[in-house]
């Protein structure tokens, strides 16, 4: 890449007020700064929400459950059966959120 590709530039763009605060409100949602939030969407990316504190305190718990079910596939076979659904589960949800 040369220097240029990497350069910055300003611009200015006008918005109404409901535009403004739909800007504002979106970029806040996806945790982006409004410019950060700009830059993703013209590079064709379409930014997702950060989901809520309590999808993470969920998650949290599930990976708590899988590790205790692991430790009991040890004695119990069938709990890695398990350990497998929930890992379908996790890769569920991300793809979800």
């Excluded at 459950?65 to 040890?74: I, N, Q």
């Amino acid at each position: 890449m040369n220097k240029e590709s990497n350069e910055k530039v300003r611009i200015r763009v006008r918005l109404t007020e409901e535009e403004n605060q739909k800007l504002e409100h979106d970029s806040a949602l996806c945790g982006l700064s409004q410019s950060e939030y700009v830059r993703q969407l013209c590079r064709g990316i379409h930014p997702k929400p950060k989901p809520p504190e309590v999808f993470w305190q969920m998650m949290s718990k599930l990976y708590q459950v899988h590790a205790a079910l692991r430790e009991c596939g040890k004695y119990e076979p069938s709990a890695l059966e398990i350990c497998t659904e929930i890992e379908q589960l996790v890769l569920d949800l991300q793809e979800a959120i």
